[in-house]
C-alpha cells in the first residue's frame, strides 16, 4: 500500500502519492526575489554581498521543491523535503517562537550541502560547501503581484475597486 505525503504551505494542503504519476506533476508554489546574500566566515565574520534583486520561480511535487531564476525556468535546483509540518521563528529579539506553515529540503551534490526553509513569504538558503570554512545564507521574499495581473484582474471584474 503506498502512503499519501502530505505538505501544508500558504494554507494550502498538497497530495502526492508515491510512484503515482501526480507525483510528477509540480504546482507554483510562489515568486520569490532574492533581497539578501551574505557570507559567514569560519572566524565568526558575516560579509554582505552586494547584489541586484533577481526573482526565483518554487514549484513542488509534494516530495520535492524545484527552484529556478526568472529566465531560467527551465535549469532548475531540486531539494527533497524532510519536513512539511512548519517552520518555527520569531518576529522580535526575544520574543516568542512562533510555527508558521512552511516546508525544510535539503539537496546535497559534489560535496556541497544546501538547506532551504520556505514559508508563504520568505525563502532561505544556506549553502554549506566541504572544503570551505564559509557559509553562505540567502533570502529571498515573496514576489509582489505584477502590475498587469492586478490590472487584469480588476478589468475582469468590474465589480473589484
Keep these: 500500500m503506498k502512503l499519501p505525503r502530505v505538505i501544508c504551505l500558504s494554507g494550502i494542503v498538497a497530495l502526492a502519492l508515491a510512484g503515482n504519476a501526480a507525483a510528477e506533476e509540480f504546482t507554483a ?12 566566515t569560519g572566524t565568526g565574520r558575516v560579509v554582505q ?3 541586484k534583486p533577481l526573482a526565483l520561480k518554487v514549484e513542488t511535487d509534494g516530495v520535492t521543491v ?11 535546483s531540486t531539494f527533497t523535503i524532510y519536513r ?13 517562537l512562533e510555527v508558521v506553515p512552511g516546508v525544510q529540503a535539503t539537496s546535497d551534490h559534489g560535496g556541497v550541502h ?8 520568505t525563502l532561505t538558503l ?14 529571498a521574499l ?9 490590472a487584469g484582474a480588476g478589468a475582469a471584474d ?4
Design 114 to 121: 544546501k538547506h532551504l526553509r520556505l514559508t508563504r513569504d
Design 126 to 139: 544556506t549553502v554549506f560547501p566541504g572544503v570551505s570554512d564559509q557559509t553562505l545564507v540567502t533570502h
Design 29 to 40: 508554489m510562489g515568486d520569490y526575489v532574492i533581497r539578501s546574500q551574505i557570507k559567514i
Design 158 to 161: 468590474p465589480a473589484s475597486p
Design 66 to 76: 524545484r527552484i529556478s531564476t526568472g529566465t531560467e525556468s527551465d535549469s532548475w
Design 142 to 150: 515573496i514576489a509582489p503581484p505584477s502590475a498587469n495581473a492586478s
Design 84 to 96: 512539511s509540518d512548519g517552520i518555527g521563528r520569531q518576529s522580535s529579539v526575544g520574543g516568542a
Design 49 to 51: 554581498i552586494p547584489m
